[in-house]
């Protein structure tokens, strides 16, 4: 007698991926590699033509695009150190004084020009910036998106409007058609309304109630409380006179009133490119923006930190 014993099916296990357990501590280094290489290549990028436009101004006018190709050490290191440049462009070399050049009256200038902008356009935007943000009053966010608005308007547009405007005044040729037409800026107005904003409004009530006018209230309450804004403000506003090219070159022809950008400019004529004295000029040109930003840096992070959090 045959007896059917039931059959057992088995069934076959379902696939996984093939998968390998990379440790933690591995993947953290791979992200701090990756970290690093992206670190490193940024420095390359930044810092290598910063480093080759200092060593070229120390290296003679023949030997600066010698040894740019094939690649060698002598790219970047001289050959033969000298500060000739320097002295040609602040006119301590004969050939320095026979062309004329003075870059450290350039260099003087164009910080006093900065300067002056700087304190008046804190002066009136911070005013202009008070206005929008502590006020209230009919349609004012339709009069700051005028105000906004003019920011898309390109310089180039402008240009020769304004140079006829400060012709009419008689101002070209002088001091004040550097500084007078950037007293008022939408984008200092507009960066300090965000700052304004975040300081609670019960201190100009309490100011009000000890009698403080709103001058009063901007000068004691807004000011200290708004100062790393006021201070990033005005870095921004500085290296953006400093930097300004075509308008200086537009409304001042006198040599005694030239700027450092133009008088670096100036090095490349019909004939030849000046590259040590162009090397050199904006070594100098930089310096006094790097001394700037590493003496108020903290107040300039501490302003760019509070708009990162506000927005």
Known sequence: MQVNRPSLAIEPLPLRPWRVAVPRRARNVAARGVQVALGVVLLIVYIVPF???????LRLETEIFQ?????????????????????DI????????????????????????????????????????YFFARLEF?????????????LLIPFEAVMVPLYIVVRTLHLQDTYWALVLPWYASPFVIFALIQFFREIPRELDEAATMDG???????????VPNALPGLITTALLEFQFI????????????????QTIQVAIAQQTTQTQVYWGRIFAGSVLASVPVIILFLLLQRYYIKGVVMSWLKG
């Open 51 to 57: 480093a080759w436009m200092i060593l070229g101004s």
């Open 67 to 87: 040894f740019t190709y094939p690649l060698s050490w002598h790219t970047f290191v001289p050959v033969v150190w000298s500060v000739k440049n320097f002295l």
């Open 90 to 129: 602040l006119g301590l070399s004969p050939e320095g004084r026979s062309f004329g050049l003075d870059f450290g009256r350039a260099l003087g200038f164009t910080a006093l020009v900065s300067a002056g902008v700087v304190v008046s356009s804190l002066i009136f935007n911070t005013m202009g910036a």
């Open 138 to 150: 009919p349609r004012k966010d339709l009069v700051l998106l005028f105000v906004i608005a003019t």
């Open 212 to 222: 403080a006018s709103h001058l009063g209230i901007l000068r004691h309450v807004i």
């Open 242 to 257: 400093w930097n300004l090219f075509y308008w200086p070159l537009i409304a001042v022809g006198r040599k005694d009133l």
